[in-house]
């Protein structure tokens, strides 16, 4: 079975840096495009970046310019580089693997 397990989050302030990583066991890592989502209290879960297996990115106007999406297929791993972070960056972010894998999600909280 396919694993997901995000990691990285945390405690920031505004204007900080935070590296999410995805961590990726059971699935064939580098056949599959991956991307990150958010979702803030009581908002819906949203989109926030991908990269194909190819290694183009895409990302939400939100984030574009601060956000830094990357994966590492050797180490079957994805990462998120978030800089300049603001308060509303503030969510639980969810890392998937298209194809129906997501992670449990962990907590970034940008707050002074």
């Known amino acids: 079975q396919g694993q997901v397990v995000e990691s990285g989050g945390g405690l920031v302030q505004p204007g900080g840096s935070l590296r999410l990583s995805c961590a990726v066991s059971g699935i064939s890592f580098s056949d599959h495009s991956m991307g990150w989502y958010r979702q803030a209290p009581g908002k819906q879960r949203e989109f926030v970046a991908s990269?194909?297996?190819?290694?183009?990115?895409s990302y939400d106007d939100s984030v574009k310019g601060r956000f830094t999406i990357s994966r590492d297929n050797a180490k079957n791993t994805g990462y998120l580089q978030m800089n300049s972070l603001k308060s509303e960056d503030t969510a639980v972010y969810y890392c998937?693997?298209?194809?129906?894998?997501w992670g449990q999600g962990t907590q970034v909280t940008v707050s002074p």
């Open positions: 998937t693997i298209f194809g129906g894998f």
């Open positions: 990269i194909s297996r190819g290694g183009v990115s």
